[in-house]
């Protein structure tokens, strides 16, 4: 089973709230590449949608989502062309319909939120977690970087601080943590985390839909994702179409690229 999307739409019986599930049972709710080609069809639904007022984004069986389904990556992430398709399309394809959405959207954040998961909640507006969540991203263990639109937008939202510990030494934070980074709205324990989510995405769906489309609208204007992280560094897109003269994915064919996921998908360390 390569995972979906469940959506409830009216959900808490409220007209305008869609509950949104991500389901990979028995991996953590890891996105696979169907997932993430479904993550973009299911937002850009969402946004040419009207009578959307909130969307409730969580993971099931108490984690939000693990990061991406490794399983999958001996068939594709070797070869360059098609690396660059996973993340500059697939993937970036289903952020970006996230981020085009002018829908609040809400995340409900329990168990493991790491790599795709960080990238995920970083394009939801509120991020609401209980006490007991982990963030990270450590796919250094993994043998490659995190591409560099996403590393732009986590870096953005989490915090320049937070992503290079994540990036550069693969460290996993509590959510006592991530809440004083201010990535997190607010922190609850997990037998008060339903009952708090569903507040606020109901107090959401009372509000007015068109001043709410608007406020992202104009917040998305003010704080793009993709803006310069650095003044001494070419913008994240450039870096992506290898306008800096910089290829991000030719490391497809790498040692240490083959050595990560192969050691991870026999359960062994990585000797790199």
């Not at 996105?31 to 993430?36: F, Q």
């Not at 949608?49 to 389904?69: E, I, W």
């Not at 934070?173 to 709205?185: E, I, P, Q, R, S």
């Not at 608007?214 to 310069?228: D, E, F, G, V």
Request: proline share 5%; aromatic share 8%; charged share 20%.
């Amino acid at each position: 089973m390569a995972g979906g999307i469940a959506i409830e739409q009216d959900a808490f019986g409220t007209p305008g709230v869609w509950r949104l599930t991500l389901t990979h049972t028995g991996k953590f709710n890891a996105m696979s590449r169907s997932m993430w080609t479904e993550l973009r069809a299911v937002f850009t639904a969402v946004q040419q949608d009207a009578s959307v007022r909130c969307v409730l984004l969580q993971g099931d069986r108490g984690h939000f989502c693990a990061g991406g389904d490794i399983a999958e990556y001996p068939s594709f992430r070797f070869d360059e062309a098609q690396l660059r398709h996973f993340h500059e399309q697939e993937v970036w394809g289903g952020l970006q319909a996230m981020l085009d959405c002018d829908v609040p959207i809400v995340a409900r954040i329990e168990g493991n939120c790491m790599g795709a998961g960080m990238e995920i909640s970083s394009c939801c507006d509120l991020r609401l977690a209980a006490d007991t969540a982990r963030f990270g991203a450590p796919i250094a263990r993994l043998g490659f970087p995190m591409a560099p639109r996403e590393a732009a937008l986590v870096g953005q939202v989490a915090g320049a601080t937070v992503a290079r510990a994540m990036l550069l030494s693969a460290e996993v934070f509590d959510a006592a943590a991530m809440l004083g980074h201010g990535f997190l709205t607010r922190v609850h324990t997990t037998d008060t985390l339903d009952d708090a989510c569903r507040d606020v995405a109901v107090r959401i769906a009372g509000l007015a839909p068109q001043a709410a489309r608007l406020n992202k609208q104009t917040l998305r204007a003010i704080n793009r994702p993709l803006a310069h992280v650095e003044y001494a560094q070419p913008a994240p897109e450039l870096i992506a179409n290898e306008q800096a003269g910089v290829d991000p994915y030719a490391y497809a064919d790498s040692a240490e690229h083959r050595e990560g996921i192969t050691a991870f998908l026999a359960k062994r360390p990585p000797v790199f």
